[in-house]
């Protein structure tokens, strides 16, 4: 019984993490988008309407992300006390990123004059584009490896310093600008539309080249990730994501060519995001600080993780449906005024 | 040496971040109340001006909780940056309270708030009121998880510990969640955030009372309005503060004997003990130089009889004591001003019967001088808490330099400098957008956030079908 519970308490656990955390990086991804699309789009009015439709939700997406650290924190107290010293510097550029970056969501409305305006627009989106590729580089030295002794952190302040990681920054970059991107072309019409649609394209080609060379890479790191690939049962799991991704690329660019379609780009998207995020997740298990502490030994103890998971399972339903609602009540086209009509 | 100096910034920013993150918090929490009680108000009694002052607040509303969320985030990581032995032993007990504030109390926030503060013409009034009340329950619950959480760092009960990892394991949640200075800490604390709100909702009232004054003319509705409700709170809840931190420091004296003697400056214990109030406690020599020390009142306050006996510092080891001059000081600035407030507000409530509220320009001055108050009595307050904890994290039982991760000196040094230059361009954009909100005077037909900039309402702007709008509720779309 208790053997049982032992096994499958973190594994529904990881299961649960792994969901939050791609809930986040889906709904955080577009707005942390829109501030790296603050790059291309210079245009005041533009800009506005961008933040605008990520301004009723926008502390709601940020919320997953402080979900994730108290649930690593209570669920795999090992994992969050090994990592987070491991990560230190691009963890907490990271915070200080969105700190900024989220202030100047409110900010940048209430400033007057055109310099403050000016400041506010830049650490917005020089905010979303730290973030993001900080959280890429985070994911890149997890996958690449911890060194850990005794379930405390023995590497250096730069481990994370490696072309593997930097590229898995910059691969994220482009990932969550396509899909602010796509969201923002779903979301708004006229010219902004048009241009989203256009930058699309670019976006698109660039992150089917990414996803490309970390496929290639990922495995070359690991002996352990390239049996992924080899051997049978795990074969079988893996072997649909390459043919599933060709498919979703395919439905990206069909529907970034058809004008009359707004939703498909985004939803092709999420879809992409979902499988590499499976991707990378199949090629770590069962590791959660890869190359050595498993989601077992990561574990707090049952008594600790049963009485998360039974308001969890109450909580995460209701969480998701006020959440819904909450993007339900602000649905609809955006437009900054009659010109667009 | 190389140890003791990365633990000393390892504190030091844990200090620096999680001070201007409280601040935040209790601002919100304070507010949403001031909301929801403002909308409660106006759907009741109908009177527009309250609906004047709910929009007029929901402004300062978007910027503090924006602040809150996003210095908030950083909290929920740093235990793990900078504590992360003290994370792995304790994990299994505050993650999952934690992690319960966030699923409880953020997501309820969070998710409502788009609806308070851009929804009013979009759901209706009844839902919308639903939708303020829920920020409003949501920042009280997320409150409770995390005094919970420090409670238990202060008064631990309901644990076990584990003796092959050494680790905290849960016995009894109900104990660890109730445990024993938790009762104490959520009433001292919302009083405390409820106070620091009122206090900032006098002084702007009290700034537009002057001006108004040195312009010859009479303040309007909202302001009078807002400075009386400010009042009422200052004459009420400061006296029940008073209270309340009177049955803490109890609370405390019976759990954590150390911290009492320690903020108090007395080294020997003693009954019939005088009360210092003022001296410069001396932790090299054990003794409180300068004293000014009233004969019985220290037993007095503390036991509530003359011959208590009252604990002093020599009573503990000296590697378990906290830091006496810095607690000695919190403390006493918390009490004055606490002191400070309940005389506002009986001054308020002698003018009030007078009839002379709004014509007495000193306590208009006084409230704006006064408007800080509420947030530097909790910061001492809070100071006074955690640092008579310490050499603890979890009181008593784990040591705060064993707590430490392994973090080098060059690290945490540079992530100290990002984190005071982000802050502080943070902390002046915040400051300077609420000193501008505020300089504006509260008006009939006030705008919203969402009609306040035409972008951010043209923004809000449906193509596809316009809900059912109440077209009483304000100024409507901008279209």
């Known amino acids: 019984m208790t053997e049982t519970a032992d096994f499958w308490l973190p594994v529904v656990w990881a299961l649960l993490a792994a969901t939050a955390i791609f809930l986040y990086v889906c709904l955080d991804g577009f707005d942390l988008g829109i501030g790296i699309l603050f790059l291309k789009e210079k245009d005041h009015d533009h800009r506005n309407l961008m933040v605008n439709t990520v301004a009723p939700v926008w502390d709601g997406n940020e919320t997953w992300m402080i979900f994730g650290g108290a649930a690593l924190y209570g669920v795999f107290p090992v994992a969050y006390g090994t990592i987070l010293p491991a990560l230190y510097l691009p963890i907490l550029f990271m915070l200080l990123a969105l700190i900024l970056r989220g202030v100047s969501f409110e900010f940048r409305f209430k400033s007057e004059s055109p310099m403050s305006q000016f400041f506010w627009d830049s650490s917005f989106c020089g905010g979303s584009i730290v973030a993001a590729f900080m959280q890429g580089v985070i994911l890149g030295t997890l996958v690449q490896g911890i060194k850990i002794e005794n379930n405390v952190f023995v ?85 649909p994501v390459p043919v599933a991704v060709v498919v979703l690329a395919a439905a990206l660019f069909l529907g970034l060519r058809n004008p009359r379609s707004h939703l498909l780009p985004f939803i092709a998207t999420l879809g992409l995001f979902f499988l590499c995020f499976s991707g990378l997740g199949i090629n770590v298990w069962p590791y959660i600080v890869p190359p050595t502490i498993t989601i077992w030994q990561a574990s707090s103890p049952p008594e600790s993780q049963t009485f998360l998971l039974v308001g969890t399972m109450f909580l ?3 969480i998701l449906s006020y959440t819904a609602y909450s993007y339900y009540v602000f649905r609809g086209k955006m437009s900054a005024g009659h010109h667009y009509h | 040496m190389f140890g003791l100096s990365a633990l000393f910034l390892a504190r030091f920013q844990f200090a620096f971040t999680v001070g201007f993150h409280i601040v935040f918090p209790a601002f919100s929490i304070g507010l949403a109340a001031y909301l929801a009680v403002l909308e409660g108000l106006w759907l009741k009694t109908g009177r527009s001006a309250y609906l004047d002052l709910f929009k007029y607040w929901l402004k300062v509303f978007s910027v503090v909780f924006g602040m809150g969320v996003v210095s908030g985030l950083v909290m929920s990581y740093e235990f793990g940056t900078n504590w992360s032995a003290f ?37 209706g009034k009844g839902l919308h009121f639903a939708a303020t009340c829920m920020v409003s329950i949501g920042t009280l619950i997320s409150m409770s998880w995390i005094l919970s959480s420090n409670s238990w760092m202060q008064t631990p009960r309901g644990y076990r510990i584990d003796e092959a990892t050494g680790r905290f394991l849960p016995v009894d949640w109900w104990q660890i969640v109730f445990n024993p200075s938790f009762p104490y800490r959520i009433v001292h604390m919302g009083l405390a955030a409820f106070l620091c709100v009122a206090f900032i909702v006098a002084g702007v009232a009290g700034w537009h009372l002057l001006k108004a004054r040195r312009e010859g003319r009479q303040a309007s509705e909202q302001v009078r309005l807002m400075f009386s409700m400010a009042m009422w709170m200052a004459a009420i809840v400061s006296p029940i503060q008073v209270l309340a931190g009177d049955t803490q420091g109890l609370n405390t004296l019976e759990y954590q004997p150390a911290k009492i003697a320690a903020l108090e400056g007395d080294w ?27 004969p019985y009142l220290g037993s007095l306050i503390l036991t509530h009889s003359l011959d208590g006996k009252v604990p002093g510092l020599k009573d503990f080891p000296k590697e378990d004591r906290a830091y006496s001059p810095l607690l000695f000081f919190s403390f006493r600035i918390m009490v004055a001003l606490g002191m400070l407030m309940v005389l506002v507000g009986l001054w308020s409530l002698y003018l009030r019967w007078k009839g002379k509220l709004y014509d007495t320009p000193l306590l208009h001055r006084v409230a704006l001088f006064m408007s800080p108050a509420g947030f530097l009595a909790l910061l001492c307050g809070w100071v ?36 005071i230059v982000v802050y502080f361009i943070v902390f002046m954009g915040g400051i300077t957008i609420l000193l501008r909100t505020f300089a504006e005077e509260p ?24 809900p059912p709008s109440g077209p009483t509720a304000g100024a409507g779309m901008a279209e």
């Open chain 2, 87 to 123: 994370s792995q032993k304790a994990g299994p007990i505050l993650g999952p309270m934690l992690a319960y504030e966030v699923m409880t109390a953020f997501f309820l926030e969070a998710g409502f708030l788009g609806v308070m503060m851009f929804g009013l013409n979009r759901v």
């Open chain 1, 155 to 239: 590497g250096s302040s730069f481990d994370w310093f490696t072309p593997f990681a930097l590229f898995c920054g910059l691969a994220v970059v482009i990932g969550y600008a396509l899909l602010g991107a796509t969201w923002l072309l779903w979301r708004c019409e006229g010219e902004l539309h048009d241009a989203m649609r256009r930058i699309s394209f670019v976006l698109g080609g660039l992150m089917l080249v990414t996803i490309a060379l970390v496929s290639i890479w990922t495995p070359m790191l690991h002996t352990t990730y390239m049996q992924h690939w080899l051997d049978m049962p795990q074969l079988a799991l893996v072997a």
């Open chain 1, 316 to 318: 995460l339903p209701l």
């Open chain 2, 443 to 466: 008006h009939p037909g006030e705008h919203g956030p969402a009609e306040d900039q035409p972008q951010r309402a043209a923004g809000t702007t449906q193509v596809s079908h316009q």
């Open chain 2, 384 to 419: 006074t808490t955690e640092v008579g904890r310490q050499p603890f994290t979890v009181y008593g039982l784990m040591r705060t330099a064993d707590s430490v991760s392994p973090i080098a000196l060059p690290s945490i040094a540079t992530s100290m400098i990002a984190f």
């Open chain 2, 268 to 294: 020997e214990s003693e009954s019939r003990a005088p009360e210092i109030l003022f001296g410069i406690p001396d932790m090299e020599n054990e003794t409180t130089r300068y004293k000014i020390a009233i």
